[in-house]
């Protein structure tokens, strides 16, 4: 099986890698198998991919949707980024917490981090892309974001001063999503109910 668990962070979010096959023409790697992925119980049907291209010091997120509510598999592919997931489903164990891991092309890892995770990423190289496959089809209606540096999440960002989108500097805190009736959407009671 080219795809191992490598770790399981807040009792969902899980980093994979994927065995790469190098040589010196370059590598080659499976980033994603329906039937292994479905066999670690992790999502098998993705419905939407995207690819985001950032620069040093960019920091996008946090963000989450919840109609549909959204799980995303995060992979870089170009340069180095820090993949963030941070847990805001009310009734969690793990409300409030995050998880954090730098990943590269050369790591060969991936971030699955199920909905009711704000997700977000900073680019720590001059140049980054990052690619995710998404279980739910975008809804600009019902998306939020939380803020990067709120202090109730307490992320320890390997940058101090972010390049921020003007979305993400008018993001939520936390306790203003939490205090949402949008947050009802993603409770922790509820996951069994929710694709990804």
């Known amino acids: 099986m080219p795809f191992v668990v490598e770790c399981r962070q807040l009792g969902e979010v899980v980093v994979l890698a994927s065995k790469a096959y190098r040589d010196d023409r370059g590598f080659f790697s499976e980033t994603y198998r329906a039937d292994q992925f479905a066999a670690l119980g992790l999502p098998a049907a993705f419905v939407q991919d995207n690819h985001s291209f950032s620069r040093i010091g960019v920091i996008r997120g946090l963000h989450f949707q919840w109609d549909p509510p959204m ?12 993949l963030v997931a941070a847990d805001i489903r009310k009734g969690s164990p793990t409300l ?11 790591s060969q890892k991936q971030v699955w981090a199920p909905a009711g995770f704000a997700r977000g990423f900073c680019a720590l190289s001059e140049e980054v892309e990052v690619q995710y496959k998404c279980t739910g089809i975008y809804n600009g209606q019902a998306e939020g974001a939380i803020r990067w540096d709120d202090p109730r999440l307490g992320i320890d960002w390997p940058v101090k001063n972010a390049h921020l989108s003007e979305k993400d500097r008018n993001a939520w805190s936390f306790e203003q999503w939490l205090a949402n009736p949008n947050s009802e959407f993603l409770r922790y009671e509820e996951r069994a109910k929710i694709a990804g």
């Open 71 to 82: 799980g995303k598999l995060m992979r870089v592919t170009r340069g180095t980024a820090f």
């Open 96 to 106: 409030g917490k995050w998880f954090g891991v730098e990943v590269s092309p050369e």
